[in-house]
């Protein structure tokens, strides 16, 4: 069955890091482009992140560059995403997604900041 | 690039033809998709390439357009269709999504 699975989400202060990571199995995980995506409560969609199948290239929506790091371990079927400095609007939850038109979702881990 | 998808909510009986549509500030070509979420879910690909149907979605739902305007059509709406639905350009950087149109029962 193709899968992803989200973890890593939580409760941090503003200023904090969390890392985020994402299994897949059920496919060629190193064949896919990745993206994040993420959600604040009752907003809409909003695209994060998305990495090249060999990692060698990255996009970041302007709110988070410079902050947020996606990356991949191919051989550890993951996906993941270092989030430092963060803020209060940061908080959402967080979906990896397989593609960039993305056809497997997970189903999300929280990301809550706030002290 | 900017998406504004319209209306940002309607009510439909089942049955319904609907039409939701989604103009983006500059011309995309055919690099659109279209969403479905339902409450407490992820996002659901029902749509790529602005009208090239995901393999499982029923072929009641249909996406046309290219360049800056685009629509989904539902042809005739049935009760798990009730959703809020979005568009997404994936033409260039920053990716962007539309605002969402939710579909609620009339």
């Known amino acids: 069955e193709v899968q992803l699975v989200e973890s890593g989400g939580g409760l941090v202060q503003p200023g904090g890091s969390l890392r985020l990571s994402c299994a897949a199995s059920?496919?060629?995980?190193?064949?896919?482009?990745m993206s994040w995506v993420r959600q604040a409560p009752g907003k809409g969609l909003e695209w994060v992140a998305n990495i090249k199948p060999d990692g060698s290239e990255k996009y970041y929506v302007d709110s988070v560059n410079g902050r947020f790091i996606i990356s991949r371990d191919n051989a550890k079927n993951s996906l993941y995403l270092q989030m430092n400095s963060l803020r209060a609007e940061d908080t959402a939850m967080y979906y990896c997604?397989?593609?960039?038109?993305?056809?497997?979702w997970g189903q999300g881990t929280m990301v809550t900041v706030s002290s | 690039i900017q998406l504004t998808q319209s209306p940002s909510s309607l009510s439909a009986s089942v049955g319904d033809r609907v039409t939701i549509t989604c103009r983006a500030s500059?011309?995309?070509?055919?690099?659109l998709a279209w969403y479905q979420q339902k409450p407490g879910k992820a996002p659901k690909l029902l749509i790529y390439?602005?009208?090239t149907l995901q393999s499982g979605v029923p072929s009641r739902f249909s996406g046309s357009g290219s360049g800056t305007d685009f629509t989904l059509t539902i042809s005739s709406l049935q009760p798990e269709d009730f959703a809020t639905y979005y568009c997404q350009q994936v033409n260039s950087y920053p990716l962007t999504f539309g605002g969402g149109t939710k579909v609620e029962i009339k």
């Open positions: 997604a397989r593609r960039i038109s993305s056809d497997i």
């Open positions: 500059q011309g995309i070509s055919s690099y």
């Open positions: 059920g496919f060629t995980f190193s064949s896919y482009w």
């Open positions: 390439a602005a009208s």
